[in-house]
């Protein structure tokens, strides 16, 4: 088939044949333009200078397009094309850059026999699809398996009938860009996200608690989800802390912003609330001195953040939030509250006195900490999101790692998620028979002065005694409540009161009053007649420590880690 009958429609190209009517088809070979007549420059010939005027003088000694050979303008070109047509793509033409590539190929084969690379490049229903629609397609860095990538455009292109009657020929131009470099540097691009990432990851995952701590008192699971691959690493986190005496401490927050910076923030913050929780501080003070070290540590950045604290004594979670997500609890008939109020701006924005306030948790309920990737989802509110995880765990029943998982799938999180997500499942079982004989309480008012040194040391030991503990550990527990009570009276003022509480794997001895000034341990000296009752229980007790109380006044307490039972 003689490759000059052939025009490629061209995308943005116009065809001007019907401009110049003085003229045939485009050469047939090289120097077919030297060959032909002499003719007169035509309007399609007029050249417009820079200003607009036009100059047919300078016009007229310019060749024009026709006027190339086509044939060797395609065989210079450093882009592989090849010309098939026919519904079997027959090879009309390849050029010198496509030999060069994939060596000759024979004129008037099929190309799915004569050139398997198109084939390796899933070109075979693509010039199947231009053929048929007459429209061009283009595919993007397809590789084959010699190592190269190529970028493949396919346009229509149509011939008239080599015997002169009949339809035109119809066929497919295939012109492809070698872009391998690109590719191989696009691959070292997503190289290096991947290991970004990983890196990020590693980081995330080593900055949260390895081993959740496990109170007595209550049953914990969390689960941390990063983002999919296309997302990147965010700042979530949780915790749990043991505050002593039964109480506990639960946290989780968000640092705004992806990457290694947002967990690094986020891993300061994590350390930082640790530190401040040692100091059994209500929960809006410890996110007070969060919120001025968040600018400290990184003025750009911003935290959303939610502390609460458990004391098994009082059945309910103090709280604070700073802009984070509401605490969901769910009772044991399967009834969610939500945790409204206070809700103060996020850490790192100053200027803003937290609050705290309270939400019950009753023996049999269950409550979630989550962050914004668990219910938010783009182009959707976000409280539909949180009215969705409501109704989610109101019927989720089990262990907390199955809630915890439960909640997961109901939302819809999956290992493609675009946002990394941060779950803390928390339960205050309930006790019956067997297990609720290892938790018990019990309570003495300290009224009329010293008198009430006997009477609490008297109380202790019929109690100790009545919970059936080893008589050195017994002994050991009214040494400590007497040491107690007596820096109390002393020090303290009223009301006061002991109180004894055994779970199933400690005992606490606690003494609270009305005065807020917090005991320490001191070295006594030889001469000295008082105070030593704090380093004595220091000594003999597995730990103790003292906070002050809501309303003013204090509270003293130390543990005792009960033997394993034979």
């Known amino acids: 088939m003689n490759f000059t009958r052939w025009s490629a429609r061209l995308p943005g190209t116009q065809r001007r044949a019907a401009a110049r009517t003085d003229r045939g088809s485009v050469p047939a070979a090289r ?78 084969a099929a190309a799915a026999a004569a050139c398997p690379e198109l084939a390796e490049l899933g070109l075979l229903p693509l010039l199947d699809q231009v053929l048929r629609s007459g429209r061009p397609r283009t595919v993007k860095s397809r590789r084959i398996r010699g ?37 191989e540097a696009a691959e070292r691009l997503r190289a290096s996200e991947s290991r970004h ?113 458990h004391d098994p004594n009082e059945g309910r979670l103090v709280y604070a939030s700073a802009g984070h997500l ?42 979630v900490l989550y962050t914004d990737g668990l219910v938010e989802r783009r182009g959707e509110d976000i409280d539909d999101g949180v009215a969705a995880l409501e109704r989610a765990l109101a019927g989720a029943t089990g262990t907390p ?38 938790f018990h309480n019990a309570a003495l008012e300290l009224l009329g002065g010293v008198e009430a040194a006997p009477r609490a040391r008297a109380f202790a030991s019929g109690v100790l005694a009545s919970w059936r503990f080893p008589v050195e550990l017994r002994d050991l527990g009214v040494l400590a409540a007497s040491e107690l009570v007596a820096n109390s009276l002393q020090h303290g003022t009223p009301p006061m009161r002991l109180r004894l509480r055994r779970t199933d794997r400690r005992l606490i001895i606690e003494v609270t009053d009305g005065d807020d000034h917090l005991p320490r341990r001191r070295r006594a000296e030889t001469e000295d007649e008082a105070g030593r009752g704090i380093s004595i229980v220091a000594t003999i007790a597995s730990s103790w420590g003292s906070r002050r109380t809501p309303g003013g006044g204090k509270a003293v307490w130390c543990e005792f880690a009960l033997p394993d039972p034979a």
Not at 46 to 75: C, K, M, N, Q, W
Not at 408 to 422: E, F, K, M, N, P
Request: with cysteine; net charge negative.
């Open 401 to 438: 790692q199955v809630v915890c998982d439960r909640l997961i799938r109901s939302l819809g999180v999956t290992a493609d998620h675009d946002d990394d997500v941060a779950v803390l499942v928390l339960q205050h079982p309930s006790r019956s028979g067997g297990d609720a004989e290892l």
């Open 31 to 108: 120097g077919e333009y030297d060959r032909r007549p002499e003719r007169q420059p035509d309007a399609t010939d007029v050249v417009t200078d820079p200003h607009g005027a036009e100059d047919p003088a300078a016009a007229s000694a310019l060749p024009s397009l026709e006027h190339f050979p086509v044939r060797g303008l395609l065989d210079g070109l450093p882009a592989l094309v090849a010309l098939v047509h026919g519904p079997e793509h027959r090879v009309s033409y390849v050029n010198d850059a496509y030999e060069t590539a994939f060596g000759p190929r024979a004129t008037g």
């Open 197 to 309: 990432r990983e890196a990020a990851v590693t980081l995330q995952r080593s900055l949260l608690p390895q081993e959740l701590e496990q109170p007595d008192d209550l049953r914990i699971a969390a689960d941390y989800r990063p983002g999919g691959t296309d997302a990147a690493v965010g700042g979530d986190w949780y915790d749990v802390i043991t505050l002593g005496a039964g109480r506990t401490a639960l946290v989780i927050g968000d640092v705004m912003g992806r990457g290694v910076r947002a967990a690094a923030v986020m891993g300061q913050l994590r350390t930082a609330v640790r530190a401040y929780a040692r100091l059994d501080l209500p929960p809006h003070e410890v996110l007070q001195l969060l919120d001025g070290l968040a600018s400290e540590i990184d003025p750009s950045q911003i935290a959303t953040c939610v502390y609460a604290v």
């Open 326 to 367: 509401p605490i969901l609890v769910r009772d044991a008939d399967g009834t969610v509250h939500r945790a409204e109020e206070p809700t103060g701006p996020p850490l790192g924005t100053g200027g803003w006195l937290h609050s705290s306030a309270t939400i019950p948790l009753p023996p049999g309920s269950t409550a």
């Open 147 to 183: 190592g190269g990538s190529y970028t493949v455009t396919c346009l229509p292109a149509e011939a008239p009938d080599p015997q002169g009657a009949g339809e035109p020929v119809k066929g497919v131009l295939v012109f492809a860009a070698d872009v391998t470099a690109h590719a």
